[in-house]
């Protein structure tokens, strides 16, 4: 069943942060996170593997609430390259189901 | 090193066509996958494998079939193509050494088809 992200779309002024949300109704083991720019394919952000693991790639970091079936994406003091759709991804290695995507624009 | 290569870039199909997409990939990833990506609909997934010779079914598996004979190519087959089909469609490869160790997906750059 597919993950729910939200919210679908935000807008942001450079130097703000975004939080984006993913939650599923079955119970998590991995959440993967990916970020696509209009017109490329999906590239790969970062994993968590455990309930309660923080992970983070220079100023984009992530959470995983095991018991709540959800993961958050932060993204502190937005950059212009910020921008894109941000997918997250659950499931195993072996078969990954992905949310509907977030739509991140930040503006200068 | 290539990646993920995805032909051809670009195809416009009539309906009832068939057609085959090429997705290969060198980095000796077990786990490939198909995916499909509509507007507002995010990746949804079509076939997966994890390893030669063993394939099975994702989401949207309805009208393709796929195959993989060998650990670096799985190719997609539109049996008679429909416009319900135009969409630009994603191949994908992973692998793990563990269960706790995970590897993200590897994105091939597309193919986007057409159908009229």
């Known amino acids: 069943q597919q993950p729910v992200q939200s919210p679908q779309a935000v807008i942001l002024r450079e130097g703000e942060d975004a939080v984006i949300n993913c939650s599923s109704s079955?119970?998590?083991?991995?959440v993967h996170w990916y970020r696509q720019k209009h017109g490329e394919a999906p590239v790969f952000l970062m994993i968590?593997?455990?309930?309660?693991e923080q992970k983070g790639h220079e100023k984009i970091s992530a959470s995983f609430n095991e018991k709540k079936q959800q993961s958050s994406l932060y993204l502190t003091a937005s950059q212009l390259s910020y921008s894109g759709t941000y997918f997250c991804?659950?499931?195993?290695?072996?078969?990954?189901?992905f949310g509907s995507g977030t739509q991140l624009t930040v503006l200068p | 090193n290539a990646g993920v290569t995805q032909t051809p870039k670009f195809q416009v199909l009539k309906t009832g066509q068939s057609m085959t997409l090429q997705c290969a990939q060198d980095?000796?990833?077990?786990?490939m996958s198909w995916y499909r990506q509509d507007p507002g609909m995010g990746l949804r997934l079509i076939h997966y494998?994890?390893?030669?010779?063993?394939?099975d079914q994702g989401e949207v598996p309805n009208g393709y079939n796929v195959s993989r004979s060998t650990t670096e190519d799985f190719p997609l087959r539109l049996l008679s193509a429909a416009p319900s089909q135009t969409s630009v469609y994603f191949c994908?490869?992973?692998?793990?050494?563990?269960?706790?160790?995970?590897?993200?997906?590897?994105f091939g750059s597309g193919t986007r088809l057409t159908v009229v």
């Open positions: 994908a490869s992973s692998y793990s050494t563990s269960l706790r160790q995970v590897y993200g997906y590897t």
């Open positions: 079955k119970a998590l083991y991995s």
């Open positions: 968590l593997l455990k309930g309660g």
């Open positions: 991804g659950t499931g195993s290695a072996r078969q990954l189901t």
């Open positions: 980095m000796n990833h077990e786990y």
């Open positions: 494998s994890v390893g030669a010779g063993i394939t």
